[in-house]
Structure formats: C-alpha cells, structure tokens
C-alpha cells in the first residue's frame, strides 16, 4: 500500500488518496462535514432529508440514470447522516474508476425538484414510523434528548413528523447551499487506481466546488441530568433500559483509552456480560463510547424481564461504580489488542479502509494510516484508563426504561 496522499484542490475541497497496486476494488467517497447537530429544532431532519434527495438526480442525470449507473458498478453504493457527518460512498472494480467518480461526484450536484421532495417526505415518514415501532430506536431518541436537552445533539438525526413535514424545497435548498461547500467536503479514494489519474480529474472536475459557508460554532454543551424516567408501554413484553453518562471528545488524546474501558465493561466479553447475561438476569447488556466535537458519552443498556428489572439495574449500576477493578494489565491488553485487530479487519477490503480514513480526516483533520490508527491502540496503558475513568464519572447515569413496568422506578 502506498502512502496517503492529501491534496489541498483550488476551490478548498480536500483530496486523499491511498492507492493499494495488490487491491482487487476501489472504494470512493465524498464526506461532508455536516450533520443534524446543526440544525435548528424546526428544521430537524434536514441532513437526512438531503441525503434520500441526493439520490433523486442532478440537472444533468435523472434519478432513474443516476441509480442504474450507481448499480451497474456492481459494488456497494449508499450513503449515511449521523450528528456531525453526511457520507456517499460506492465500491467497483479499478477498471470502472473513472465512472465511479464521475457518478459519485453528479450525485453531490441534486436538482432539489419540488416534485422529488413531496415524494420523498412521504417515504422519509414512512421511515420514522417504522423505527418508533422498534424499542431501540425509540429509547435512543428519548435517550439523546434527555441527556442533551435542548443542545442540538438532544435532536433525532431523522426528524419528527411535524419537523420533516414541515421542510420546503427552499429550505433545503439553502442547506445544501451553505453546508456542502468545498471547505466542509472531503473526496476520498482508495484501493487499486492511478493516483496521478485522479488528481488530474480532480484538479479539473472538482475545481469549481461552491464555497458555501465555514464550519458551525460548536455551542456549549448543557450538563446533563442524573435521573431515571420510566415509561409506561403495556403493549411490550419485555423492557429495555438505556443510559448515558460522559465521555470524552472525537480530539481528546485518550479517545482510544476510552474505548478500551468500554470495551473492559461492555463488549463481548466484558463485565456486564458476566455480570447481567451469563447470570441470566438480562439477554443483553451492553456499554460503548461514543465521541464527537467538544464532548463524548459512555451509552448502554439491558433487555429483561419486567420482574427482573430491579435487580438488573442495580447490578448494572454497581458494574459501572466498580470499573475500576477491571483495569488490570492483562484486562487492558487483550481489550486494546481486540480493537487493534478489528481496526485491521476493516482495512483489509478498500471500502472499510475508506471509511476509516475518511472519518478520522472529517472528525479531526488528521491523516492517519493503519499502522498508526492500530498502534494507537496498542499503546495505551492501565493509567490512562485510569484517567479515563477518573475524568468521566460513570456513576452519574442518565436513565430512560422502556416498558410494561409502572411509572416510578
């Protein structure tokens, strides 16, 4: 593999390249550094609405050419929105590059037709229908708000009903005007193509890039309240129970000691494994690290029966109190060790190493290859998960439970 290339384009759009001559596909995507966490609370939805219209057809290409030359790559083509990033990303065969980019790139260039997002509201309700039928969706949504309140990051990524029907093709407009500019998009590509090649495309198609806007404040984050909210659901047999406490930001030097303690109280084979599943109190339990600009979370939760439910939670609680007896030296290693290997896993196809470069570029500027994303996990020790713990109190719980159980708890 040879090394990552990062070209600064003329318009303000960033390129990296990573060429592999021993890939047997190429993978490309374009992130934009944009997500819900900067809309505002009327205007919920709109980064995921943008998203499904992307999909709809530029000026030049109608939605059903777009999507048949996206299929006839015959590789992965989709795309995402979370809080802080919208992604398309497609794979094909090296020979296909040169289509591959010239797709992705008519993809980033939507008409926004009126008619379009009269139809894709009706299938973007469909969608929040169908999650607030599943217990996890919802407790996720009910989660972030409670431990956000009203900070932007408190919003659903999809909306709600009132928001998304509320977006007018002029809105979104202005969104896609503002946030997609060239100092916000990065182009990434990786697996096996000519790098000369590219940038010479590049250099020429992607030059004139609307500017757009800079970047968003980062508001001040709220504190986050130490309560348990219950809420009643006769309709559900079992219950669910999910919680959140602080964590540490997408740039913090420890972000990866933080995932290693996650992983010692809730991975696979983690404490509350032990201490919920195998005991037979719960039939799932659970703790990971989330992280984004200026603030992060520690979330998690259970499944179990309703007569159970106060004994699994007090457990759950005194596994979090007590994390400090799990950092051991032997604990750390083999928790830094699986996520070095599974950082290795997803670097081995072009697609999951796109992912990987183009999400740590977009997070936090910096350009890193396999070997250093790994040895980042590799080199964290017992005091820094130490430090961890002790900067993030995993004793101060936002709880939200889900269920046929009664309205205190």
Same mark, same amino acid.
């Given at each position: 593999m040879s090394e990552t290339q990062r070209h600064n384009l003329p318009g303000g759009l960033t390129l990296l390249l990573e060429p592999d001559p021993e890939a047997q596909t190429v993978a490309a995507?374009?992130?934009?550094?944009?997500? =819900?966490?900067?809309?505002?609370?009327?205007?919920?939805?709109? =980064?995921?609405?943008?998203?499904?219209?992307?999909?709809?057809?530029?000026?030049?290409?109608?939605?059903?050419?777009?999507?048949?030359?996206?299929?006839?790559? *015959?590789g992965h083509a989709n795309?995402?929105?979370?809080?802080?990033?919208? %992604?398309?990303?497609?794979?094909?065969?090296?020979?296909?590059?040169?289509?591959?980019?010239?797709?992705?790139?008519?993809?980033?260039?939507?008409?926004?037709?009126?008619?379009? %997002?009269?139809?894709?509201? *009706?299938?973007?309700?469909?969608?929040?229908?169908?999650?607030?039928?599943?217990?996890?969706?919802?407790?996720?949504?009910?989660?972030?708000?409670?431990?956000?309140?009203a900070h932007p990051l408190g919003g659903s990524i999809l909306g709600t009903p009132e928001t998304v029907g509320a977006l007018t093709p002029a809105v979104l407009t202005r969104h896609h005007r503002e946030r997609y500019g060239a100092g916000r998009v990065t182009?990434?590509?990786? *697996?096996?193509?000519?790098?000369?090649? %590219?940038l010479a495309w590049a250099q020429g198609a992607l030059a004139a890039w609307p500017?757009?806007?800079?970047?968003?404040?980062?508001?001040?984050?709220?504190?986050?309240?130490?309560?348990?909210?219950?809420?009643?659901?006769?309709?559900?047999?079992?219950?669910?129970?999910?919680?959140?406490?602080?964590?540490l930001a997408t740039t913090h030097p420890l972000r990866e000691a933080a995932q290693v303690l996650a992983d010692l109280i809730g991975g696979e084979n983690g404490a509350l494994y032990w201490a919920l599943v195998d005991t037979g109190l719960c039939d799932s339990a659970d703790l990971g690290h989330l992280d984004y600009q200026g603030a992060g979370t520690f979330e998690g939760g259970l499944t179990c029966d309703?007569?159970?439910?106060?004994?699994?939670?007090?457990?759950?609680?005194?596994?979090?109190?007590?994390? *400090?007896?799990?950092?051991?030296?032997?604990?750390?290693?083999?928790?830094?060790?699986?996520?070095?290997?599974?950082t290795l896993l997803r670097a081995e196809t072009p697609q999951g190493r796109l992912f990987a470069l183009g999400m740590e570029y977009l997070?936090?500027?910096?350009?890193?290859d396999t070997a250093e994303l790994v040895g980042r996990y590799e080199r964290v020790t017992v005091p820094d998960v130490q430090e961890v713990l002790r900067l993030c109190p995993l004793d101060r719980l936002t709880v939200v439970v889900l269920g046929p159980v009664g309205e205190e708890k």
């Open positions: 995507g374009y992130f934009v550094r944009t997500g =819900s966490r900067e809309e505002e609370a009327a205007e919920q939805g709109a =980064s995921h609405f943008l998203e499904h219209l992307m999909f709809k057809g530029s000026e030049a290409v109608g939605a059903a050419e777009l999507n048949e030359r996206l299929d006839e790559l *015959g795309a995402f929105t979370s809080e802080e990033a919208t %992604v398309y990303h497609a794979a094909t065969l090296p020979e296909q590059v040169g289509e591959l980019l010239a797709i992705l790139t008519e993809l980033m260039r939507p008409a926004l037709r009126p008619a379009d %997002v009269d139809t894709e509201r *009706g299938v973007i309700l469909e969608e929040i229908a169908m999650y607030a039928d599943q217990p996890a969706a919802r407790l996720a949504d009910e989660l972030r708000a409670d431990y956000w309140g182009l990434a590509v990786t *697996g096996q193509f000519d790098a000369a090649a %590219v500017a757009g806007q800079p970047d968003a404040t980062v508001l001040p984050l709220p504190a986050w309240p130490e309560h348990t909210r219950v809420l009643h659901d006769p309709d559900l047999a079992r219950v669910h129970v999910v919680a959140a406490c602080p964590g309703p007569e159970r439910l106060d004994g699994a939670l007090a457990t759950f609680r005194d596994v979090l109190q007590n994390a *400090g007896t799990l950092i051991t030296p032997q604990a750390v290693q083999r928790a830094a060790r699986k996520l070095a290997v599974g997070a936090t500027e910096r350009v890193l």
